[in-house]
């Protein structure tokens, strides 16, 4: 395996045990980003050594965006280093990220030469908590969420989050869905609700809230919602696919057979494309029977 091997998303995500929320959440703090070739986004071997070096740290308590801080004076100091967390070695006590390069350590952001880094004495764990941010509170959250068994965790961390940040939308939204998946509908609507009200034009939102209201059995609303998600963004396929699906409980076989098509023809190879096709069809037997 060289630094030339080219990874997919979805096998970072399985070699590293990362989610794709975590690797995208990354890739907006500018850490670690995939390369795009012919409109392929991909990492190589060096890049899956930063993250991994990312997640080690992020599991130390090292918040992201003082990761973020850090990498970018460090390129300014090492500006020969296209590549700092692969080809350095990078540590932490929880607080402060230090760099190894040979026998020397550096404090990036001081620009300090540091010694005996393995002495010093941890920070209190409680003392690191009292002072996190939203981003902190958020980068945790995803790396509890990639693991089931820190499902609770996760969602503690997310309500963390938008206590310190109540607009935070990535928050409310992620929240939201783990209590759409645990089958809490009442309790994930009501993220849905508030992130809708951070973000009023935003089609995912729109979408989260209509997908849990046709669960609730609220079908008009349902529609509602997820007619503006499809309106704010024409190309949300999932948007068309469960629009298409209400409109079908609503009867309304028009509407629904408009969004079954616009579904098939954004992803005419998804998953759910014959299933789509069968109630076009369906649709199609419904109007000629009424007719």
């Given at each position: 395996m060289g630094a030339s091997d080219r990874f997919k998303l979805e096998d970072v995500q399985r070699i590293l045990g990362l989610t794709r929320k975590q690797l995208d959440h990354w890739d907006r703090l500018r850490l670690v980003s995939p390369q795009t070739d012919q409109g392929m986004r991909y990492y190589d071997f060096r890049d899956l050594i930063g993250l991994r070096t990312i997640k080690q740290l992020l599991e130390k308590g090292v918040s992201a965006t003082r990761l973020q801080r850090a990498l970018s004076a460090l390129n300014e100091k090492?500006?020969?280093?296209?590549?700092?967390?692969?080809?350095?070695?990078?540590?932490?006590?929880?607080?402060?990220?230090?760099?190894?390069?040979?026998?020397?350590?550096?404090e990036p952001l001081s620009g300090q030469f540091v010694l005996n880094f393995e002495t010093r004495e941890l920070e209190e764990s409680v003392h690191f908590i009292a002072q996190r941010s939203a981003d902190d509170w958020l980068a945790m959250a995803l790396s509890y969420e990639g693991d089931k068994?820190?499902?609770?965790?996760?969602?503690?961390?997310?309500?963390?989050?938008?206590?310190?940040?109540?607009?935070?939308?990535?928050?409310?939204?992620?929240?939201?869905?783990?209590?759409?998946?645990?089958?809490?509908?009442?309790k994930a609507a009501e993220y849905f609700q508030r992130a809708l009200a951070a973000q009023p034009q935003n089609p995912l939102v729109h979408f989260n809230l209509g997908s849990?209201?046709?669960?609730?059995?609220?079908?008009?609303?349902?529609?509602?919602?997820?007619?503006?998600?499809v309106i704010l963004d024409p190309s949300f396929c999932d948007a068309h696919y469960n629009l298409a699906f209400v409109c079908d409980k609503l009867h309304a076989f028009g509407e629904a057979r408009e969004h079954w098509q616009a579904y098939v023809k954004l992803d005419p190879i998804g998953p759910w494309s014959v299933y789509a096709r069968q109630r076009l069809a369906a649709v199609q037997i419904a109007k000629s029977a009424i007719s």
């Open positions: 090492l500006s020969q280093v296209k590549t700092p967390l692969s080809e350095l070695r990078i540590l932490s006590d929880g607080k402060e990220v230090l760099v190894e390069h040979g026998a020397t350590r550096l068994k820190t499902r609770a965790e996760a969602i503690d961390a997310y309500e963390r989050c938008v206590a310190v940040e109540p607009h935070n939308v990535d928050a409310l939204l992620n929240c939201g869905t783990l209590y759409y998946e645990d089958g809490n509908f009442e849990v209201l046709d669960e609730m059995g609220e079908l008009e609303e349902s529609r509602r919602h997820l007619r503006r998600a």
